[in-house]
């Protein structure tokens, strides 16, 4: 049997979600504004055109498009330099094990991500040989939740939606794999990520065994 499994990147593969954060948090100081991490939580997963529109309106704030795209740039070359010694060392813990077990047992995989750092990051840690598709947010136009990234990204597999298994870390992702009809493993906190079919703290909690049953499934 055959299951198609899409990974999210940033706090799924790697844990570039704390850059994320940092660099938006910084951006966000020289704008007066202050944001919390549980309002950090809508950002996951989001592009960087949502991401900016959601934390100037928190700070009630309109800029020129000028200003918008400028922003945007600045917070990308922020994020840039925290990534930019990144190695295989930051591949979270048992990633590369499920990956293994999904391999070895001839299951297609592909990377569903927002980002459009996602094919600098995988290479930067290695991993890039290892997916059969990737789709990151060079290749959409609707972001999470709009289910765009992972219907692309099973269609490039050749897996029906209904057939493939997401892994994310974001509200936005899991709510986007929901409504692709796919089924959501949510990696990161109950509290936060209780929409998704099931949940796991991280890959350490994921067994073979558990991946055997999806496939079976
Ligand atoms: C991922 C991250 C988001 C980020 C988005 C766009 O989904 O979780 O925090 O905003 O990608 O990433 P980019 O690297 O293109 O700015
Ligand atoms: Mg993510």
Not at 60 to 78: D, G
Request: a negative charge; proline letters at 3%; glycine letters at 6%.
């Amino acid at each position: 049997k055959k299951k198609g499994f899409i990974f999210d990147l940033d706090g799924v593969i790697v844990d570039t979600a704390k850059y994320h954060f940092l660099a938006w948090q910084q951006l966000a100081k020289g704008l007066d504004i202050n944001f919390t991490e549980e309002e950090n939580e809508q950002l996951k997963g989001v592009s960087r055109v949502r991401s900016l529109e959601k934390i100037l309106a928190w700070g009630n704030k309109t800029i020129s498009q000028e200003m918008f795209e400028s922003l945007m740039a600045k917070k990308n070359e922020e994020y840039l330099s925290y990534i930019a010694d990144m190695d295989s060392e930051e591949i979270l813990p048992d990633v590369p094990r499920v990956l293994k077990t999904l391999i070895d047992g001839n299951q297609p995989i592909a990377l569903g991500s927002a980002s459009k750092n996602a094919r600098t990051i995988l290479e930067r840690v290695n991993l890039k040989s290892q997916f059969d598709a990737i789709v990151d947010g060079n290749d959409v136009s609707k972001a999470k939740p709009d289910p765009e990234v992972f219907l692309i990204a099973a269609q490039q597999i050749n897996m029906k939606p209904e057939d493939c298994i997401v892994f994310e870390d974001s509200v936005a992702g899991v709510e986007a794999a929901n409504t692709a009809n796919m089924i959501s493993i949510g990696i990161g906190s109950k509290d936060v990520l209780g929409h998704a079919n099931y949940v796991f703290n991280d890959f350490t909690e994921i067994s073979d065994d558990f991946i055997k049953s999806l496939i079976e499934k």
